[in-house]
C-alpha cells in the first residue's frame, strides 16, 4: 500500500491540478509533503516500536495512514489535501520500519523467516508495478480513488493485524530525539521550497527560505553531537567512502523522483496520452529496472563497485540526454520506449553496488541502522530533486510564454501550450543527467570498497535476517 502510494500518485498529478486549480509549485508539493514527512520521521519512526511496542505503533502508523487516505481523497481545497498528504507521510514513517521489525519478531529465524523476507520483497516490486496499471486505471474514474482504495485495504490491515499479530514486548523506554527529527524535517522543507519557487524568481522570501533552511540544517548535525540517541548516528558517516555512498544514494533518489513525475506530466500534457496508457507506458520500465539490478549483482561481487556505479551512472546519463530531446510529436516507439529502457537499466545498474555499499563490512548489528539511514538518504533526495527540476521546466516554459504561461488552461493546452510545457519538462531531464553525472564522478573518486568487502556486507546482512 506505501509503495503503490509512491507510484499511482505521479500519474494522477495532472488530474489533480485541474480539479483543484494547483500551481505547478502546488502540485509538485502533493508528492514532495508525503515524502518528506516520510523520510524526515522514518528512523524516529523505527524507534517507536521499540519504545511503545511494535503491534501497537504499526497499527497505529496503519490507522493514521487510512485516515489520511479518506481525508485527501474527500479533499476539496489544496490545503486539505496537502495537510492529508504529510500525515499520510507520517503513517507510512511509522508503519513501515515497524513492518519488518515484526517479520524478525513474528517468524522463527531460518527458512520461515527467509520465506516471509521474499513475501516482503514481492509485495515491494508488485506495488511498483500495479501502481502503473492500478494508478493509470483509477485516475481514469477519479483521481479520488487513488486514495480512497486505501480505505478498505488499510481497515483490512487493522482488523487482521489486531487478531493475528502477536503482542511485542516494550524495550526500555528510551529518550527519543522528536527535536532532531522536526530539525531535519523543517530543514528539508524549507530547503524544497526554496528550490521549488526559483522557477519564478528568488525574491527575499525564497532567498530566506533557502539560507533559513541551510542554517537549520547546520543545526540538525550540531544536534545530532550532543544527543543520547540521536535518529541520525554521526559515526556511520565516519567512513570517507561510506559517506559517498550515502551521498550518492541521495543524488539517485533525486533524479528518480524527478524522472518520474516530470516524464509522467510529459506524456500526459505533451503528448497526450490518458493516465491508463501512460502508467502502461512505463511498465517496461520496471522490467528494464529488475535486468540492470539482476546484472550488477552477478558482477558486484568480482568487481570494484566503484566501476560498476559509474558505468550505471554513465548509461543514465546517455538515456536523459535522448529523453531531451523529445517534443510534441513524439511516438512511444522508439522515442519514448528507448530512453525508458535506457533509464530503467542504468538506475538498476547504479542501485545495486550502492546499496551493497552502505553495508560493505560491517556487523551484523550495524546493517539495521545503516539501511534505514540509506532509505532515508534516497527519499528526501526525491523531493529536493524534484523542486529543482520543477523550477527549471516552469523557467523554460516561461521563457518560450512569456506572461502567457499565467493563462494556461491545464484542462485544454493548445498547440503552444502543449510545445512549451514539452520543452520546460523535457529540458529538466538534464538536470537529471547532471546529477548521474555528479554520481559518477563521486563514486570513482572517494567510493573505495572492495568486492571482498561486498561479500561480508551480504553476509552480515544475511545474518541480521537470521537474526
Known sequence: MVVLDGTVVNLALARIQIELGLTDNLRSW?????ALAYGGLLLLGGRLGDTFGRKRVFLTGVGLFTLASLACGLSTTPVILLAARVIQGIGAAI?????????????APGKARNQAFSVFAMMTGLGSVLGLVAGGALTEASWRWI?????????????VGVKVLARTPVFERIRLDVRGAILATGASTLLVFGLAEGGTGYSPIVVGALILGFGILVAFFLSQRRVPNPVLPLHMFAERSRAAVFICLLLVGALMMAMTVQVALFVQEVVGYGPLRAGLAFIPFAFALGAGSWIAGLVVERTAPRFIIATGGLILVAGFVYGSTLGVDTT???DLLVPILIIGFGIGVVLIPLTLSVVAGVKPMDVGPLTATSLVSQTLGGPLGLAAVTAFAEYRARSVLGSAFDRIDRAALDD???????????SSLLICAGLAITVVVISLVFVRFTPEQIREGREAEKASTLG
Open 95 to 107: 508503519a513501515s520500519p515497524t513492518a519488518m521489525a515484526l517479520i524478525v519478531v513474528t517468524f
Open 30 to 34: 502533493v508528492v514532495t509533503s508525503y
Open 332 to 334: 512511444y516507439f522508439p
Open 147 to 159: 486514495f480512497l482504495i486505501n480505505v478498505p485495504i488499510g481497515l483490512l490491515i487493522l482488523t
Open 416 to 426: 503552444a501550450s502543449r510545445a512549451a510545457l514539452g520543452t520546460g519538462y523535457t
